[in-house]
C-alpha cells in the first residue's frame, strides 16, 4: 500500500512491491494475481486504514459535522508523519497512461463511491431538516470531496498541516446553516 501510495501506480516497480513485502515475484503472483490486483488489494487497504476516516464522518450527527470530520480527516491523513505525503486515491493513477488505465479507473470509481456516499448522507440531513430544503446534496458532496482532493495534492507538495488545517476550516465557513 505505501508503495503505490507513494510512487503511484506507474511509479511501483515489481522490484519495488516484492522487496516492500518481502517476496518474490513468483510469490506475489501466486498471492494477488497481477500488479493490477495487488492494487485493488492495497486501495481496499488504503480505504480501511488511512482513509477510513471517510466512513466515521458519515456517522457524525450533523450534516456540518460530517463535513468537518472529512476535511479534518482528509488533513490528517495527507500529512500523517511516517507515511506518504498525499492521497493513494488521489495520486495513485493521475499520471497513468494506458497500462495503468485500469488503476486509474478504479480510482476514479473510488473516489465517485465516496462522493455517493457523502451525496447520501446529505439527502438524509435535507430530509430530518439539518439542512435547508433548497440545499444540494450532490453539489455539497462534489465540493467537499474537491477541497480534500485539493489537500492532498497540496500535502504532497509540501504543504503543512497547519496550513492544510486553515483550507479545511475556511471551507467549512461557506458551509449552509440548518
Known amino acids: ?23 518474490t515475484r513468483t510469490s506475489m503472483y501466486a498471492a494477488f494475481g497481477n500488479k493490477e ?4 488489494k492495497a486501495l481496499d487497504r488504503y ?9 466515521r464522518a458519515l456517522q457524525e450527527p450533523t450534516a456540518r459535522q460530517v463535513a468537518a470530520a472529512f476535511l479534518d480527516g482528509s488533513v490528517r491523513a495527507t500529512t500523517r ?6 492521497c493513494l486515491g488521489v495520486q495513485g493513477a493521475l ?6 488505465s485500469d488503476a486509474r479507473d478504479a480510482l476514479i470509481a473510488w473516489r465517485n463511491e465516496h462522493t455517493s456516499l457523502l451525496r ?8 430530518k431538516g439539518d439542512l435547508p ?7 455539497l458532496a462534489r465540493y467537499l470531496m474537491t477541497v480534500a482532493n485539493g489537500i492532498a495534492v497540496q500535502a504532497a507538495g509540501g504543504t503543512a498541516r497547519d496550513d ?7 471551507a467549512l465557513r461557506s458551509w449552509p446553516p440548518a
Open 164 to 170: 492544510l488545517q486553515q483550507v479545511a476550516d475556511m
Open 133 to 139: 430544503p433548497d440545499a444540494d446534496p450532490e453539489l
Open 37 to 40: 490486483d495487488l492494487f485493488r
Open 47 to 55: 480505504t480501511e486504514g488511512p482513509a477510513s476516516y471517510g466512513a
Open 1 to 23: 500500500m505505501r508503495v503505490f501510495w507513494g510512487q503511484g501506480y506507474e511509479g511501483a516497480s515489481l522490484t519495488d512491491l516484492t522487496h516492500a513485502m518481502g517476496i
Open 81 to 86: 508523519p511516517g507515511c506518504p505525503a498525499g
Open 95 to 100: 499520471a497513468a497512461g494506458d497500462p495503468g
Open 120 to 127: 447520501d448522507r446529505f439527502r438524509q440531513a435535507v430530509d
